[in-house]
């Protein structure tokens, strides 16, 4: 138990350690958008300058190897002392250039504050532009127009490769290429010759075109990564949204299991000892072991009895309406005569019928075959039809029990009443688990609300079709119906050779009243 606690507390402590650390970077990002005043995510910048080191680092010996070459061209018209001390500089930035590049790869994300990285950069950068443009200042006296053209040449070369770097931070792009650009200007405006003031010209509107391709690389880049964002958060939805259903389906399979502990221990705990109760309440009322001293005895028998009868009617109906809800109520199927289950469903429920002033009214279609269903289901369903009719039909109403074939082979059940209907806003909730009416309120027989929903469930387990129709002051009916395929058709008997077929029957429903 210790281990176990202190497990817990190792959690716990985990969890408030990883929240303080989400709610410090989440003060940080809020800081560094202040620090931008552009808007711009956080955690763009810090990717965008990332991108920046990467090409930085990938290219840390191209640019020195440039210089070099560049130093060895102009070795025709510059002094080696010169070029050496210039070389040194361009090695000396670039080394610190690569210094901090390589440092803020190291620096965890989370500690790394990308406003002072990058100006960081961006100095380094400067400086990096600034000794490169100092080889537009070597040996200013020349006057070769060869040594001119081979510095304007270089340096906008060493221009569009730096941009290249440095595109996706358009800051670092400014601090590293304006330095070579403003020292081409200074160098060939220096020169007193219209075509050396024309190249600088050049030279600026060079520059200011790389800038406008720079900014739209850069607009792209930044587009790429909000695309990439917009999709990680869209996984990130996805993978909660994954995580939050598959904990539901655990919860809803943990019920379910609970739900069917508690089904079976109410069955066996509730079942066996009311079914005692039961038949001792029989033998008392029947006085089979004798009559009682007083009669008063043997009527309360009798409502121990009925009292006991409809609660273990209200058990079983709770446990049926559970097992189909939880798809663990199993049919047992058997060929059956639809006609005789439903007859003998009629004769249980005729004595209520008759004590209440009903009529019930049966047309059955003659010749019906053989329906492949549950026995015990068909009856339920009809007995639930029937109970319901008689109990909201009032004194002097009709009941009509009809059966018969569908349109497509199927057969059907029908129950119609002459009681009070159901408003028409009132049957979705009457098809729910202990749903009720307005009219069951007002009424002593008003029940559990279990009847419907269990006849349509048992109704969509033989894959049929329940329908309720029901208007107010009309009445109400419920057709049942059983599909083509659990219909039992006979196979015709083979004509003999010269055989004569007889005509087949007309069919006839036979009617019967009852009451």
């Avoid at 599909?483 to 077929?501: N, S, W, Y």
Wanted: hydrophobic share 45%; glycine share 6%; net charge neutral.
């Amino acid at each position: 138990m210790s281990g176990g606690a202190s497990a817990e507390a190792q959690r716990a402590a985990s969890a408030a350690v990883s929240s303080k650390r989400r709610a410090s970077r989440s003060v940080q990002e809020a800081r560094e958008k202040l620090t931008y005043k552009s808007g711009a995510k956080p955690e763009f910048e810090y990717e965008l300058l990332m991108m920046f080191v990467r090409n930085e680092l990938s290219a840390a010996v191209t640019t020195p190897l440039l210089a070099i070459i560049v130093a060895m061209g102009a070795m025709f018209w510059a002094p080696p002392r010169e070029l050496l001390l210039w070389l040194a500089t361009v090695f000396v930035a670039k080394g610190i250039l690569i210094t901090l590049c390589r440092q803020f790869m190291k620096a965890p994300r989370e500690d790394a504050t990308t406003p002072i990285w990058r100006a960081k950069i961006t100095a380094a950068e400067f400086f990096y532009g600034v000794t490169w443009a100092g080889v537009a200042f070597i040996s200013p006296d020349t006057q070769g127009e060869a040594a001119h053209t081979f510095i304007f040449a270089s340096l906008l070369v060493v221009i569009s490769m730096r941009m290249l770097f440095a595109s996706t931070v358009m800051p670092i792009v400014y601090a590293g290429t304006l330095p070579m650009t403003v020292a081409i200007v200074i160098r060939f405006a220096l020169l007193d010759n219209p075509f050396y003031w024309a190249m600088a010209a050049m030279a600026v509107g060079v520059h200011i075109y790389f800038i406008w391709l720079m900014n739209g690389l850069n607009s792209t880049v930044v587009a790429m990564l909000e695309f990439r964002a917009e999709k990680d958060a869209l996984i990130a939805e996805l993978e909660q949204s994954k995580s939050i259903s598959e904990e539901a389906r655990l919860r809803a399979e943990e019920a379910n299991l609970a739900k069917s502990r508690f089904l079976a221990t109410m069955s066996h705990e509730l079942r066996t000892p009311l079914n005692a109760i039961l038949g001792f309440s029989e033998i008392m009322r029947s006085e089979i072991l004798g009559p009682h001293n007083n009669p008063t005895y043997k009527e309360y028998a009798n409502d121990i009895h009925q009292s006991g009868q409809h609660l273990l009617n209200l058990i079983n109906e709770i446990l049926d309406i559970s097992r189909i809800e939880a798809g663990r109520y199993e049919l047992h199927e058997v060929p059956l005569d639809l006609a005789e289950v439903i007859e003998d469903c009629h004769r249980l429920m005729r004595l209520r019928a008759e004590n209440k002033g009903l009529k019930i009214v049966e047309m059955f279609e003659p010749n019906l075959p053989q329906l492949w269903a549950d026995e015990r289901a068909v009856r339920q369903i009809c007995l639930n039809l029937l109970s319901n009719a008689i109990k909201f039909t009032p004194t002097g109403g009709t009941v009509m029990l009809k059966i018969g074939r569908t349109g497509i082979g199927g057969q059907f059940l029908s129950v119609k009443d002459t009681g009070p209907g159901i408003p028409e806003n009132e049957i979705p909730r009457v098809l729910k688990s202990f749903g009720q009416g307005s009219l069951a309120h007002h009424t002593a027989e008003g029940g559990t609300g279990l009847g419907l929903p269990i006849t349509k469930g048992l109704t969509e387990l033989h894959e049929g079709a329940f329908e309720l129709k029901s208007k107010l002051r009309y009445g109400t009916e419920v057709i049942i119906t059983f599909p083509r395929k659990r219909v039992m058709e006979a196979l015709p008997r083979l004509a003999e050779p010269g055989e004569i077929q007889p005509d087949k029957p007309r069919t006839a429903w036979r009617a019967k009243a009852g009451r």
